[in-house]
């Protein structure tokens, strides 16, 4: 075993010699491609780096109808694929642990999407599990690879089982009460986190323990329109679009049960979803002012940066390496996706070293030097 001022001398040697972590903000790099005329809704990245978009334009000529495209960052081409039978209503969508695409369609189904053979498989709501219409909205499939959704017509949570090919239906009811989710979000225990709108009795954020189809719902002060939802640690954070002019970022401590309102800025009005990046920043769209925001929950301050004007950002997804994609819905038969790429932490050359590396390390070394000498004489 080794000595332990060997082991301390080691360790902070190591430590010096690490380069800096990436840290994320919202000034990378911009960029944003058209894909009109498809007009996307939500969107997220494969593990190859493709992104992938919904298309929903309930004004255009040809809706409802199914379609995602894909987008090459590289020279902005859209390639689109089209589901092969009648109506369909996509709206969210998510990545599947197989690396295909999961689907919500409000045509009482989910619908999955295989990115590599380009074949489209529809799973109808059973209408025995079901309360039909159900109007599937949101969507997230959990670790353990079940499919998870929002029924905002039927007021319930829906959970399809691939590899079993079973449903289960859960009504959003606590008492005498209804709520009509929206986003879906898991934290670490298993527990399926929702937000409920206007519709619902009860405006604001519900759970639901899986294993005893338990669900509570929670009202939020002023709750209209809670939205976009995500997990960090023991914070559930969500959106209200509609809470107040700008809007409201909401905090949820599942420690102690209580709510923290952080009212938006008119720079990021109308925001709709988030996501976490690994600071703990929290990224939103802002719909209304057409920006990309953050909030930083350690300083509790709102940040934006303006895109491309009247382009209505909706969906949003993190690819951990440091890119935050977005869907732009501009208007009727318009559309497009943006990107913001974080810069690579710089180099460090090793084991140089300046400033305060050298002085700690010397430090570091001397102390120890002295150390070894004095127990030298005392054993010899």
């Known amino acids: 075993m080794k000595n332990g001022k060997v082991m301390v001398f080691s360790i902070l040697l190591s430590l010096c010699m690490i380069g800096p972590a990436m840290a994320w903000n919202l000034y990378g790099t911009l960029e944003e491609w058209g894909t009109s005329p498809f007009r996307p809704y939500d969107i997220t990245v494969l593990s190859d780096g493709s992104p992938w978009l919904t298309y929903h334009d309930e004004l255009a000529a040809d809706w409802p109808v199914g379609k995602v495209c894909t987008i090459d960052p590289s020279d902005g081409s859209v390639t689109t694929y089209q589901v092969p039978w009648g109506n369909s ?3 969210t969508l998510d990545r599947g642990l197989d690396d295909t695409l999961w689907i919500a369609d409000r045509e009482d189904r989910i ?11 529809a799973y109808p709501l059973p209408a025995a599990t079901f309360t039909l219409p159900a109007g599937p909205f949101g969507i997230n499939v959990a670790s353990d690879g079940k499919v998870w959704f929002t029924c905002m017509t039927s007021n319930a949570l829906g959970c399809y089982n691939p590899v079993t090919n079973t449903w289960q239906n859960f009504p959003v009811m606590d008492g005498g009460n209804s709520g009509k989710p929206v986003d879906i979000a898991f934290s670490s225990d298993g527990t399926v986190w929702f937000t409920t709108k206007s519709g ?3 405006r604001g954020l519900g759970s639901l323990v899986p294993s005893t189809g338990t669900v509570t719902l929670r009202t939020i002060d002023g709750g209209v329109d809670p939205f976009g939802i995500a997990v960090a640690g023991d914070k559930i954070w969500f959106l209200d679009h509609h809470r107040t002019v700008n809007g409201t970022l909401v905090r949820y401590d599942m420690g102690t049960g209580v709510f923290t309102y952080f009212s938006g800025i008119p720079e990021l009005q ?5 996501v976490i990046d690994p600071d703990g920043l929290i990224w939103m769209t802002a719909f209304g002012a ?5 909030f930083n929950p350690f300083t509790l ?7 491309t004007a009247n382009s209505g950002p909706m969906g949003i997804f993190l690819v951990p390496s440091g890119e935050i994609w977005w869907a732009e819905t501009f208007e009727t038969e318009h559309g497009g996706a943006g990107r913001i790429t974080q810069p690579p932490p710089p180099d460090v050359p090793v084991p140089t070293m300046t400033g305060w590396g050298i002085v700690i390390l010397s430090s570091i070394t001397a102390g120890f030097a002295l150390w070894a000498m004095r127990r030298k004489k005392l054993m010899g």
Do not use: C, K, Y
């Not at 301050?301 to 895109?307: C, G, H, I, K, Y």
């Open 111 to 121: 619908v999955n999407f295989d990115p590599t053979t380009h074949v489209f498989t």
């Open 270 to 274: 109308d925001p709709h979803f988030l």
């Open 301 to 307: 301050t709102f940040q934006s940066r303006a895109v």
């Open 200 to 202: 619902g009795a009860i």
């Open 89 to 91: 209503g996509f709206e």
């Open 290 to 294: 057409s920006a990309i925001g953050t």
